[in-house]
């Protein structure tokens, strides 16, 4: 939106008493510019500012004109019963009548718009669209038969209420209830009831219409207010049992603040709006979409709504012609399509999906929270700023929606339910924390479609987007170390198989997936995982039936041109490239991981001052690492030296990277026993450390000199005993700097398996 700046208005005018909240008072300030601007000065502007609506035109008393010269827009709604065209609408009728007997120039137009409307009633009654007893058996035909004869200025008012669809099938925008009506309360008879009290042609009455016209302006209470419901626009004016300290209260309104609120729900007229975004149902009603309970601490799933009305405040002073093209236009379009949920009008805002010149939304959800009735609930207030980073959520969207659009289990719901809540969470705030949940609620996902035979069927296999961009993001200038571990421990793979077998991520490991083949292209569903449990079972067991797998599997891969063959049953296997090895290596793809986390990590709740790894944080930075796919994924990490290395680990990771031999370039390089893993798992720690130990002396590392035990700390520094699960855990991700902490820490290397397993080192060779 772009403002006449050639334009020097008369009158600046801050009206304090019209402001975004609550939903009563914005419409009244959009009807106050939309009277002004098709009636008096077309170049008369709005904008909103901290203290109200700012207001420039050429008009110098506002409150006067409003009294004298403002000309009511007709409003009328036949197709609803109490509208004052029912056989029993006698109350409504009798205003209705009262209305059109003035006259006055001012309602020349309704007098005009009620013929029409009663033609329509006629016809609709001769050919069945209402029954004998006054009831409307066809709304939709009743509705396109007064659409075809009304005169232009009903338009606005049928497209606000009615969207007619190219399905023949009436849509009712929520912000005005289901076709002009919130039950039986009836907004076009209510206006009427208000037109009736502001436009007195008397000289007392106009004196009193204009003070309350100044009244709402300035938010003042000079004037009483009237006794009138209000309906779903104010919710602190609304009334009803406990609105009070005595109980129960009376709806209260400014008759002007209501009048001006239908003009102003005008400018909602699904217009071009609905030709634009092709019929897309409620996306087809300017910044309305579904509702969704996320995004605010009131909200509650199951809740009934109507829907989400988001609307646009703009400080720039903006003509009616602006702000006319802004609604017709209604711009919140998410991946090149109309925004149709709240998520996807959080992304919108987030990526310059909105027209140019709004600078916030005002989130409105219509929630039935009084009764029967439905109020405009302010939800949040949503500035318009680019993030680019909410561009990572469109890569994974896609799988989801059929899902949504699924008849789903109670517990494919329920992870659904948590996915939409983290999705929002991060199209709302972009920040990494959320973009972590929304990657762990993917996964948590893909588990409950993978336990559930009847989903299996119905959803494809999910490919993973490249890792790069959201790593980057994740890790930005925090690096906790639980992301380090969980990015280790995600992007393991195994090579492909000497039988054809294809190689496997650590995503088809503990997810119930298969790799895809020339008959699956994005893979298949499994019954079970390869490995069982990640989920149900704690972490540290799960990574070490992992490592026991793998030692079970690693003899299988292929190699290119083996330079030896196993030897003395060491389970000797061969990795990329043709490396052989005596013995078991882990992973030889992955992120390597800085040895201080992996330390860290083994030593676990055992390690003097508690655990320095959080285990549930670790949990859901792994599902966070497992949505993503990792192949040829890059990344270094800000390596420290542990304070506390556990001397085991010590000796194993460097076996687990396949050691080479001193002295000797031709010797078979070392690796892990294959029944190491099943060993550490049954708590023989001192017996592998010995077989460790023994293997290392055997590749020419010996022990150098301790180091000093650090100042304040009772335990030297090789003192550290892990329990055999948490090492075969910190065995499976790849280790950075496994040989430099052989090399530098003192690990007293020993055959016998007696000798205690912390005891430090006093000499090497």
């Known amino acids: 939106m772009k403002a006449d700046t050639a334009r020097q ?42 203290g109200g609506l ?31 065209f029912g056989a029993k609408d006698v109350e409504p009728r009798r205003r209705l009548a009262q209305l059109l007997a003035d006259a006055s120039p001012r309602l020349a137009g309704f007098r005009a718009a009620a013929d029409a409307a009663e033609a329509a009633v006629r016809r609709a009654r001769a050919s069945g669209w209402i029954s004998q007893d006054g009831k409307v058996a066809d709304k939709q035909r009743l509705v396109q038969e007064f659409r075809n004869r009304c005169p232009d200025s009903l338009l606005a008012w049928i497209d606000a209420c009615v969207v007619l ?58 004037e009483r207010l009237a006794s009138a419901p209000v309906g779903q626009f104010d919710p602190a004016g609304a009334g009803g049992q406990g609105s ?35 019929d897309a149902g409620r996306a ?76 916030e939304f005002v989130r409105y959800g219509l929630q039935q929270r009084n009764g029967l009735a439905f109020v405009a609930v302010p939800l949040d207030r949503v500035p318009v700023e680019s993030r680019p980073q909410v561009r990572l959520a469109a890569r994974i969207e896609d799988w989801v929606s059929p899902i949504r659009r699924a008849e789903a289990s109670r517990a494919l719901g329920t992870a659904l339910r948590q996915f939409d809540a983290a999705h929002l969470r991060f199209a709302r705030d972009c920040g990494v924390m959320a973009l972590r949940d929304l990657l762990a609620a993917l996964t948590s996902l893909e588990m409950a479609v993978g336990r559930s035979g009847r989903a299996r069927e119905q959803f494809r296999v999910r490919t993973p987007p490249a890792a790069g961009d959201f790593l980057a993001f994740l890790a930005g200038e925090q690096e906790p170390a639980e992301l380090r571990l969980a990015v280790g421990i995600a992007s393991c793979a195994t090579c492909p198989g000497k039988n054809g077998s294809p190689g496997r991520s650590m995503r088809q490991i503990l997810l119930p997936l298969d790799p895809a083949d020339p008959a699956h292209r994005y893979g298949r569903w499994r019954d079970t995982a390869l490995v069982p449990g990640f989920g149900l079972r704690p972490l540290r067991p799960v990574l070490a039936d992992v490592l026991a797998w793998r030692s079970r599997t690693a003899a299988d891969e292929a190699s290119a041109g083996e330079r030896h063959g196993d030897e003395a049953g060491t389970g000797g296997t061969s990795g990329p490239g043709g490396t052989a090895f005596r013995g078991v290596p882990t992973f030889r793809r992955g992120i390597p991981v800085p040895h201080a986390d992996l330390h860290a990590f083994a030593a676990g709740p055992a390690s003097p001052g508690g655990s320095l790894i959080d285990e549930g944080e670790l949990d859901i930075w792994l599902r966070a690492c497992l949505a993503l796919g990792w192949r040829g994924a890059r990344h270094s990490w800000r390596r420290a030296e542990p304070a506390l290395p556990v001397p085991a680990l010590a000796l194993l990771h460097p076996l687990a990277e396949g050691v080479a031999e001193r002295g000797n370039p031709d010797a078979l390089p070392l690796a892990l026993g294959p029944d190491w893993a099943v060993r550490l798992a049954a708590g023989q ?5 010995a077989d460790a130990a023994r293997r290392l002396r055997q590749a020419g590392w010996n022990a150098v000199p301790a180091p000093a035990v650090p100042p304040g700390n009772g335990v030297p520094a090789v003192g550290r005993i892990a329990d055999g699960t948490s090492l075969a855990a910190a065995l499976v991700p790849r280790c950075d700097g496994a040989q430099d902490l052989l090399k530098n820490f003192a690990i007293k290397i020993k055959a016998d398996p007696a000798t205690p397993v912390g005891e430090p080192a006093t000499a090497g060779r």
């Open 54 to 84: 700012v207001i420039e035109t050429t008009i110098a008393d506002i409150s006067r004109w409003l009294a004298e010269d403002y000309v009511p827009t007709p409003v009328l709604s036949p197709w609803n019963g109490g509208s004052g």
């Open 284 to 359: 087809a009603m300017p910044f309305t979409v579904a509702y969704s309970p996320d995004g605010t601490a009131s909200g509650a799933a199951g809740e009934e709504s109507r829907g989400e009305v988001w609307a646009p405040a703009w400080s720039s002073p903006c003509t009616l012609a602006e702000i006319s093209q802004l609604f017709s236009e209604a711009r919140a379009s998410w991946r090149g399509r109309p925004a149709q949920r709240a998520v996807d009008f959080y992304a919108a805002t987030r990526a310059l999906g909105v027209a140019r010149g709004i600078d």
């Open 685 to 689: 720690v001192e017996t592998v450390h």
């Open 165 to 222: 669809t190219s399905a023949d099938k009436a849509q009712f925008p929520p912000l005005l209830g289901t076709g002009g009506n919130d039950g039986r309360l009836d907004f076009s008879t209510n206006f009427h009831e208000q037109l009736l009290a502001v436009l007195d042609g008397t000289a007392k009455g106009r004196a009193r219409s204009a003070a309350c016209a100044r009244d709402l302006l300035t938010g003042s209470e000079a």
């Open 9 to 50: 208005p008369a009158a600046r005018h801050v009206l304090a008493g019209l402001r975004p909240e609550p939903l009563a008072s914005y419409l009244a300030g959009l009807g106050l510019i939309r009277v002004l601007g098709d009636q008096a000065d077309p170049g008369a502007t709005a904008s909103w500012e901290p």
């Open 244 to 278: 009070s300290p005595f109980g129960a209260a009376g709806s209260l309104a400014n008759p002007w603040g209501y009048v001006l609120m239908v003009e102003g729900a005008l400018l909602f007229a699904a217009g071009v709006a609905r030709r634009s975004q092709h």
